[in-house]
């Protein structure tokens, strides 16, 4: 069995929360230092078993100490999946998930924009003006086709909220998922099969795949003419994994309809991007509304990391050598 001798702590909790998380590490030295004091953190991690960051580990955590396991407090972790962290044997988790529900929610309001138009019916209605030309030719969710790229927390949650809502689901994941019956097809790539099929069937294509070496710019330009015409990008998951200039291009030669985006390869997104002024793009800055104690959702995730490291299993939202990310963003 692993123990857990010191750990040093950099997250921004309230005292209540803070005060849990220490108990998580009952029996251990427990050290909380503020993010930015390179000084304190330097002299604490010497001797650390165990990080249990604000936001993504940098060299500080890399140099002289003996980590074992560093836990960075959020969700995506393409900044910490680093080769060296995986060349020094550290195991690296998140706390993917703590926000599923409303990163869900925030996918279907980017498809709920594209089905009702909002750009159109916002100007109508600044014009007073009763109806859209085309109207009579939109379609809702029901009965349409969803690709979700990514099973994760995200994509789950996804998939049960589009299943209410009566839409067809084809999923793409690394591995096949239980426990949804319901989606048509999955679509696993280490069973040999390829994105393909889903871009070629689904009406809404939505990325929740995480960022690493094998998925950067995967929606490039030659994935975008394999979607259907009138298709609907939606990007939740992170910027990297779209070619702007291959978007940019889909859009203008009409090979998809509409994207939503909410995160970029340049965050933030720099105000002379083309994006900014298109009537087919809906853009929201990196931002989703937050859930109710979003730290007492990492804390669940915390405390049953450490009974699982403790005990040697694969702790929850580990990161592998696979999901590195050589710079990419």
């Not at 105000?271 to 104690?293: E, G, M």
Request: proline share 4%; charged share 25%.
């Amino acid at each position: 069995m692993r123990e857990i001798k010191k750990v040093l702590a950099t997250v921004d909790y309230v005292p209540e929360d803070l005060l849990a998380l220490r108990e998580i590490f009952t029996g251990s030295e427990f050290v909380h230092v503020n993010k930015h004091d390179t000084e304190a953190i330097l002299r604490e991690v010497k001797d650390a078993d165990v990080a249990v960051l604000a936001g993504d580990l940098d060299d500080r955590f890399l140099g002289d100490n003996h980590l074992q396991w560093i836990h960075c407090d959020h969700a995506g972790l393409n900044r910490s999946a680093r080769p060296e962290v995986f060349e020094h044997g550290i195991l690296l988790s998140g706390s993917a998930g703590r926000s599923s529900p409303v990163l869900a929610e925030h996918c279907v309001y980017f498809m709920l924009n594209a089905c009702y138009h909002t750009w159109e019916l916002l100007k109508a209605q600044e014009a007073c003006s009763w109806g859209v030309p085309g109207q009579e030719t939109w379609r809702g969710l029901f009965g349409r086709t969803a690709g979700i790229i990514g099973m994760g927390h995200n994509g789950q949650m996804l998939a049960e909220r589009l299943h209410a809502f009566g839409m067809d689901l084809i999923t793409y994941d690394r591995n096949y998922i239980e426990g949804f019956d319901y989606i048509r097809k999955q679509l696993v790539s280490t069973k040999g099969d390829t994105v393909g099929p889903l871009l070629e069937q689904s009406d809404f294509v939505i990325l929740c795949i995480q960022l690493s070496d094998q998925t950067h710019h995967m929606m490039n330009y030659q994935a975008f003419q394999k979607m259907k015409p009138g298709a609907i990008l939606v990007n939740m998951a992170r910027g990297g994994i779209v070619c702007t200039e291959d978007l940019i291009r889909a859009l203008d030669e009409k090979l998809i309809a509409c994207a939503g985006l909410d995160v970029f390869e340049q965050e933030p997104l720099p105000a002379d991007s083309p994006l900014w002024k298109r009537r087919d793009v809906y853009i929201t800055p990196h931002v989703t509304p937050q859930v109710p104690h979003r730290a007492g959702r990492c804390l669940d995730i915390l405390r049953e990391n450490v009974r699982r490291y403790k005990s040697e299993e694969e702790l929850l939202n580990q990161v592998h050598a696979e999901d590195a990310c050589s710079g990419v963003k």
